[in-house]
């Protein structure tokens, strides 16, 4: 690694290395309150920043001396004939996407240090942004697969951080599990294609991947892009995934504007644009990208139509905008999405960052619903319930899941705990019940503590019965008193012998018997 | 120099300083040379050479020409560990003795006398001073002097189990020496004299031997003197007897088996049946037991059955497990005989019946009796974890599916160490318990030397490991081609 690849390494760990910081000091609890305010915002500009400018470097040096492309920087770990590196894929793409990513998070960050003043969960905040920050530029960077799934996962663990920032509102918390949840699918259909990359490719570097296309007859490659296709469908909110962010706004405004607004719901346009070379190699699947897309803008279009607040307002809008620059891509216009991607992240993060103060702007009155929307009641209907989205997945997914682990409730309690036995009695929550009363803290635990309880339990109480009678009556009686016993009476009896050895009568008898002897 | 007769001498200098200074020094004293002698013992390791197989740093002087006897000490891959777990327990055992109040003196002397004994037999390479007749003199007085109430019976009795499994040991070693070719006590050149000596003669030496280091290991049944030592024993005592004091005979055993192959190859099946029942019955023996001292004690014999069985497998990583555990269960019996102690110590019951709600109580001394029970069971991170696992693995690789029975021990320690700790750290809070005294600084030092140490091994098994490593190579070599 040269000291130029490792620099670049250190800045684009720097958002990373400040959470780290950031959070623990929140760990130990010495970062708290109005007076920390300052250093916080402090290490996180500072970080962001830094890594930014470093991007931006790389902007530079990619326009004097050229794209600096594939760049293999250290192996993370080999494992069998699996050898995984941290690698950079820095083309016109990633470049664009980083600094988009560098600048969003710091102007975000800028723009919190006065929002968040006096929150109470500044710090903890300001942590998770930087988590963030670091998680996007990792996603545009990465040079392999599995480093752009670590980004994509921090993302998506922040967002969840955030969207529960008000932990204590349980619409807050269930929201964030929603939104979680689904983003679960897309990163099962990444971690799907990192599976189909391995075995029928044999590494997860892009480069490589793209160029493997070249082999004729490759049955994982389809699979493969589906997957990264479900994975950005996922993220980005569009068809079938569409009620998710809408569910996501919960959180502070400016980790709306640039979670959902500007950064992290283009992740998933962005993955595809990534993947260019893989799309044109399936037709089919590009098909689909642009049904979906076109699905996803015009619901999304209609439903921000009926929206009366503005956070709602804007992010079906941008759900609108993300469904074009996905027809886009499946239409194979992929420069002139990333271009869509970099104006809209852009302008849309003003919006947001704006939203707060839009009634003190003033003097905009709500338009009314367009007309043609108004006169059909089923047009009318599906817009203002979103499209049924959350209905179905609800019918579709979480009601069969919830029967399920009803079910297994039900086994788990009929069958497998007769079986394992119950828990103990000196359980913790039985431990809190017993503890105003007095009788319970003066008797011993009578009897819990050789008794088996379930099969297994029973079996050792029995087997544990008769080894005991064993070791009590066979071992250590024979060896404890037993042994004792028999030593006294030996001695006794030596004792007997030799009193009477001493007397005369004997010794005379001992000396003639040796005299015959001798003799 | 001689680091080796420096080494084995050093607890004697302090013991003959203790007998001439003043009470109100002993226990400095006691610490102090018991320290400089672990450090002596790490000195030692440094000059080992990892890749040599034999002994090393050998001193031999020839002691009784007749009989071809020789004062021989030196250190090998075997002897090593045990000699380091052996001065570290003595350091611990001293660090915990704080709670002893009379005859100080006597106590402190005594330990230290115990500590060099223990490492003459670690140490020696012949087997006239392999001898571990001269534990007995300090033990024998630390249970009889300082025990519990049965401790007259317990003494006399564990003395006397000891000296009839002797007998058996000297009269095989006697036949040993008649049977030998070169006719000295040598370890190596005994070894070398008996290669070629018949099997069915081979196995009654081994016979002999067996009885001798199996009421010390113990094994079933030979183990009737332990359970009433190890409760009637002060709990320091309890650790080094636990801890390092077993480890004599699973050692013997391991350098018997060096000696007669054929012997070992003919009775395998034997041994891992012994080992068999020596895991299941004092498993569920202990799982039996509501006497902590006790259950731990018999939990002692089902742990010694994982060293027998891997010593029956009978190839590196059987041997090397075996070894492994030894040391492990060494440090884990010793931290639970500690925490034991310091708990009786408190509250003056055993039972674990009256115990309950450590967490809230005394929050160090249930994070410390939950660490070493949890270590007990041998989970991964655990010195024990390592060392289960090569015998579990040796034991497959040797019977296939009988090993389950090895589980099955597994399955049970798990069941009296989970009910141990939870009967310990949670459930209401016993007021017959009252204020529990915090841990003193010499107990938490003593505590966190061991369980860093546990943890330590668990982790980071390799430096252990290469310390065995040649020796233990040797051993699987001299079985491979016989089995």
Redesign the interface.
């Known amino acids: 690694m040269t000291w130029r690849d490792g620099s670049l390494l250190l800045l684009l760990m720097l958002p990373w290395l400040a959470a780290l910081w950031i959070g623990a000091g929140l760990l130990t609890g010495r970062r708290q309150g109005e007076a920390w305010e300052r250093s916080t915002a402090r290490i996180a500009l500072w970080a962001v920043g830094l890594s930014w400018v470093g991007v931006l470097g790389v902007d530079v040096w990619a326009w004097w001396v050229g794209m600096p492309g594939h760049r293999v920087l250290a192996t993370w770990f080999e494992s069998g004939s699996v050898t995984v590196t941290i690698s950079l894929l820095l083309d016109a793409p990633a470049l664009v996407m980083a600094t988009l990513a560098g600048a969003g998070s710091w102007v975000t960050l800028r723009f919190s240090v006065d929002y968040m003043h006096r929150e109470a969960g500044f710090h903890r905040f300001f942590a998770v942004l930087c988590l963030f920050a670091g998680g996007m530029l990792w996603i545009a960077v990465a040079g392999n697969v599995l480093l752009t799934f670590v980004g994509w996962e921090v993302a998506g663990l922040s967002s969840y951080l955030l969207i529960s920032y008000a932990r204590e509102r349980a619409v807050a918390a269930e929201n964030a599990t929603r939104a979680f949840v689904t983003n679960r699918f897309g990163d099962a259909g990444l971690l799907f294609s990192m599976a189909m990359a391995l075995t029928g490719v044999g590494t997860l570097e892009w480069p490589p991947l793209f160029q493997s296309l070249a082999l004729p007859r490759n049955p994982p490659v389809p699979l493969l892009v589906l997957g990264l296709m479900i994975a950005a469908l996922a993220k980005s909110a569009q068809v079938p995934f569409f009620a998710w962010i809408s569910r996501a706004l919960e959180g502070p405004t400016p980790s709306s504007a640039v979670f959902y607004g500007a950064l992290m719901a283009h992740a998933g346009a962005f993955l595809m644009i990534r993947i260019e070379p893989l799309l044109w190699r399936t037709p089919f699947l590009m098909g689909l990208l642009l049904l979906f897309g076109l699905l996803t803008a015009v619901l999304a279009a209609a439903i921000a139509r009926v929206q009366t607040d503005v956070k709602s307002a804007l992010i079906f809008s941008t759900q609108a905008q993300l469904g074009l620059i996905f027809f886009e891509c499946g239409a194979g216009q992929f420069e002139l999405a990333l271009w869509h991607l970099s104006a809209h992240a852009s302008w849309r993060l003003y919006q947001f960052l704006l939203a707060p103060s839009y009634l003190h702007l003033g003097g905009m009155a709500m338009r009314p619903v367009p007309g043609w929307l108004a006169r059909s009641h089923t047009l009318y209907d599906l817009v203002l319930h979103r499209g049924w989205f959350d209905a179905v997945t609800d019918a579709l997914m979480t009601r069969p899941t919830l029967a399920l682990a009803r079910d297994a409730r039900l086994f788990e309690e009929v069958v497998v705990n007769r079986v394992a036995g119950r828990p ?5 929550l ?2 809190r019940a ?2 105003d ?1 007095p009788e ?3 008797a ?3 009897a ?3 008794q088996g309880r379930g099969l ?2 029973r079996l ?1 109480e029995g ?3 008769y ?2 009678w064993f ?1 009590e009556r ?3 009686n ?4 037993g ?2 016993k028999a ?1 006294a009476f030996l001695g006794d009896y030596l004792e007997r012998i030799e009193a009477s050895l001493g007397q005369p009568r004997y010794l005379i008898l001992l000396i003639v018997l040796t005299f015959l002897v001798i003799l | 120099m001689k680091p080796l007769l420096l080494l084995l001498l050093l607890p004697v200098f302090g013991a003959a300083l203790i007998a001439l200074l003043s009470e109100r020094w002993a226990r400095g004293m006691a610490i102090l040379s018991s320290l400089v002698t672990l450090l002596m013992a790490f000195w030692v390791t440094g000059q080992f050479a990892l890749w040599r197989e034999g002994p090393q740093l050998l001193e031999k002087t020839l002691w009784r020409p007749q009989s071809g006897s020789y004062f021989a000490l030196g250190v090998d891959g075997l002897s090593l560990p045990m000699v380091l777990l052996a001065t570290l327990l003595t350091f611990v055992a001293i660090l915990a003795s704080g709670g002893v109040e009379k005859r100080i003196k006597l106590y402190h002397l005594l330990l230290l006398l115990l500590e060099t004994a223990m490492l003459g037999v670690f140490m020696a390479q012949d087997w006239s001073i392999f001898y571990w007749e001269l534990t007995l003199l300090p033990l024998f007085f630390l249970i009889n002097t300082f025990g519990g109430q049965r401790r007259n019976q317990a003494a006399l009795n564990f003395v006397l189990y000891t000296m009839g499994g002797s007998v058996f040991m000297l009269i095989g070693l006697l036949l040993a020496y008649d049977a030998s070719q070169f006719h000295s006590f040598f370890m190596s050149e005994m070894a070398a004299g008996l290669r070629d000596v018949a099997r069915e003669h081979q196995i009654l030496i081994f016979l002999g031997f067996l009885i001798g280091f199996g009421v010390k290991m113990p094994i079933f049944p030979l183990h009737g003197w332990l359970p009433l030592a190890h409760v009637e024993a002060p709990s320091p005592v309890s650790m080094l007897l636990s801890g390092a004091l077993l480890k004599m005979g699973s050692y013997g055993l391991i350098r018997a088996a060096l000696m007669l192959p054929d012997a070992v190859v003919a009775l395998q099946g034997f041994l891992a049946a012994l080992a068999f029942i020596n895991l299941i019955h004092g498993g569920v023996l202990a799982w039996r037991q509501s006497d902590l001292k006790r259950m731990v004690a018999y939990s002692s014999v089902s742990h010694m059955g994982v060293v027998l069985l891997g010593i029956a497998t009978l190839n590196q990583d059987g041997i090397t497990g075996a070894m492994f555990q030894m040391v492990s269960h060494g440090l884990t019996a010793a931290i639970m005989f500690l925490m034991i102690g310091m708990l009786y110590e408190r509250t003056h019951t055993r039972d674990i019946r009256d115990y309950g709600s450590l967490t809230h109580v005394a929050p160090r001394l249930a994070f410390f009796a939950a660490l070493a029970f949890m270590a007990s069971v041998g989970i991964p991170g655990s010195a024990g974890f390592i060392a289960e696992l090569h015998v579990m693995i040796a034991t497959l690789d040797r019977w296939g599916w009988p090993a389950a029975g090895m589980s099955i021990a597994m399955l049970v320690s798990a069941a009296y160490a989970v009910r141990t700790t939870g009967c310990l750290c949670t459930g209401p809070e016993r007021s017959a318990l009252g204020e529990l005294a915090p841990m003193r600084r010499m107990e938490l030092t003593a505590a966190g030397l061991l369980a860093i140490s546990i943890v330590a091994l668990g982790l980071v098994p390799a430096p252990l490991l290469a310390l065995m490593q040649a020796s233990l190579v040797r051993f699987g070599d001299l079985f491979a081609g016989r089995l």
Do not use: I, K, N
């Open positions: 103990m009695r000196e359980s913790v039985a431990s017993e503890w009363d319970a803290l003066l011993p635990q009578v819990t503590v050789t297994f339990g050792l087997v544990a019965r080894l005991h070791e066979l071992v250590l024979s060896s404890g008193d042994l004792l030593v």
